[in-house]
């Protein structure tokens, strides 16, 4: 189901059911709840005859109605606010916040939080809780430091009108609608540079941390993050944040810039779009990386063994892979089992993260590569300064 095209393709919805997997036998404080909305946009020559009630019992009814055959599956996700100081200031992520003490789980979590930022009922009757896809431990300065665990839960909206959005101004300065075959599209794909400086110089404070800025800039250059522009075809904006046209309240004019998907949000979507039957969500992503050419070189041929074995496990252990291998287009649009509700049922083993997977050992090599690369050009550096110190003494 990704277009007109190919209006028989089956979508697969493989997760699991709300369930808090187990986290490699660490217990984290932060759980930061994430939302993967869907909705299928019809086709114009594709109409639905009525719009009165689309209240549908389960998924495979939803998937087996005409104009979703002939729709376009589309993704929702959000701009968040300019905010000082806010690490994720102007980010496009996908709907949803941290877990307070009042939510009973990540789940009721994550309904609260998409209630709250964009006005969208995920309780209503017509919204299907497809489940949930793998947790996934964040870190930082290069993943050394656990941050907090993402648990990303899927909600499929089944009318065919777009939902309308009152966005929470703070919060959330724009949400868009963004087709799903735009985010497999390799035209869409690019690149989005980071200040390492501005991630490792944190460990230092006063009068040293413009210095170790200064050096590690000037050594590293910046981090080069894969990534994917955004085509929305329906954007809601908010009117009443502080980056709204000029951007005066919070040192903006971010409403202008590209909307792109990196970093963090990019690797929970490429793992839903892997579960998308020939979608090989991961086979335009790439792995972090240096703008210094030296940096860059040492970095590839260090990791070069890494990536291979990572790749190879990561396709050999996909579960949408395996789904794939079981496919019977002809009985079933969704290869799913669902539970009494109409939902998705949780598969026999927990599913893994392909982006972790891929990143597994990957910043332990980073790390020796960059210190390699800063030893190197110091050897260098006082080979030429020895060299020419023998030749002025030589005279």
């Not at 086709?43 to 209240?55: A, F, M, R, V």
């Not at 929470?168 to 540079?193: C, D, N």
């Not at 522009?229 to 000029?246: A, E, K, N, Q, Y």
């Not at 949000?265 to 240096?290: C, I, N, Q, R, S």
């Amino acid at each position: 189901m990704l277009g007109a095209s190919s209006p028989t393709t089956p979508l697969y919805l493989p997760f699991t059911r709300k369930s808090e997997g187990a986290r490699g036998g660490k217990v984290f404080s932060i759980d930061q709840s994430l939302i993967v909305t869907l909705q299928v946009q019809p086709h114009p020559s594709h109409l639905p005859t009525s719009n009165d009630n689309y209240q549908v019992g389960g998924l495979s009814e939803f998937f087996e109605q005409p104009w979703v055959k002939r729709g376009d599956p589309e993704c929702l996700f959000i701009k968040r606010a300019a905010r000082k100081g806010d690490r994720w200031t102007s980010h496009v992520a996908l709907p949803g916040g941290k877990r307070d003490e009042k939510d009973e789980d990540d789940h009721r979590a994550a309904v609260r939080e998409c209630l709250e930022e964009v006005g969208l009922d995920l309780d209503n009757g017509m919204i299907i809780d497809c489940g949930k896809l793998p947790d996934r431990v964040v870190t930082t300065s290069w993943g050394t430091v656990p941050l907090m665990v993402l648990c990303p839960f899927v909600f499929l909206y089944t009318s065919p009108t777009a939902p309308s959005f009152t966005l929470q101004p703070t919060e959330v300065a724009s949400a868009h609608w963004v087709p799903i075959r735009t985010l497999i599209s390799p035209t869409f794909r690019t690149v989005q540079t980071c200040d390492v400086s501005d991630r490792l110089s944190r460990r230092f404070s006063g009068p040293l941390e413009p210095i170790v800025r200064w050096g590690l800039r000037a050594n590293l250059g910046q981090m080069e993050f894969s990534a994917v522009r955004l085509w929305p075809s329906i954007s809601v904006f908010s009117s009443f944040g502080g980056d709204f046209l000029d951007g005066t309240e919070a040192g903006g004019r971010s409403w202008d810039r590209p909307l792109l998907l990196w970093g963090l949000t990019l690797g929970v979507v490429t793992d839903f779009l892997e579960m998308l039957p020939h979608g090989e969500g991961a086979a335009g992503w790439k792995y972090p990386t240096f703008t210094s050419w030296d940096v860059r070189s040492v970095v590839w041929l260090m990791t070069r063994e890494l990536r291979k074995r990572n790749w190879e496990t990561a396709r050999g252990g996909s579960l949408g892979k395996a789904l794939r291998e079981r496919e019977d287009a002809e009985s079933s649009l969704v290869l799913v089992k669902e539970d009494g509700n109409g939902t998705a049922d949780a598969p026999r083993s927990e599913p893994t993260s392909t982006v972790k997977v891929l990143l597994e050992g990957y910043y332990d090599v980073v790390r020796k590569a960059v210190w390699i690369t800063l030893c190197g050009r110091a050897v260098i550096a006082s080979a030429a300064a020895g060299a020419v110190a023998w030749r002025y003494t030589r005279r």
